[in-house]
Nanobody, 126 residues
């Protein structure tokens, strides 16, 4: 059974930094594309960043480009999201997700993802 678990969320002041982690288990020895999404209160879930299975392709939502950096462990399904210069509008529950059916792609489409974590809260105070 596949499980994704996020960690690293919390409360931070505007301009601060957080690093989220996501560990996927139950997948054997293969690596798969992974991504981060977020959902602010009262809003729909939106794409944040994605990385391909080998870690050499990334994709970002425009509002986080240059502030956030996605990375991964090259041998395991572990992904990270380094969030710099955080803004109050970054406040949301952040979800990690994984794609089984595609390879060598940084996937920005929510419907392509097969497995999801439960999320971790990120709160940025002004």
């Amino acid at each position: 059974q596949v499980h994704l678990v996020e960690s690293g969320g919390g409360l931070v002041q505007a301009g601060g930094t957080l690093r989220l982690s996501c560990t996927a288990s139950g997948l054997g020895f293969s690596t798969y594309p992974m991504g981060w999404f977020r959902q602010a209160q009262g809003k729909e879930r939106e794409f944040v960043a994605a990385i391909n299975d080998s870690g050499d392709r990334t994709r970002y939502e425009d509002s986080v480009q240059g502030r956030f950096a996605i990375s991964r462990d090259s041998a395991e399904n572990v992904a990270y999201l380094k969030m710099n210069t955080l803004k109050p509008e970054d406040t949301a529950v952040y979800y990690c997700a994984l794609v089984l059916s595609l390879t060598n792609a940084a996937v920005g489409v929510e419907s392509e993802y097969d497995y999801w974590g439960r999320g971790t809260q990120v709160t940025v105070s002004s």
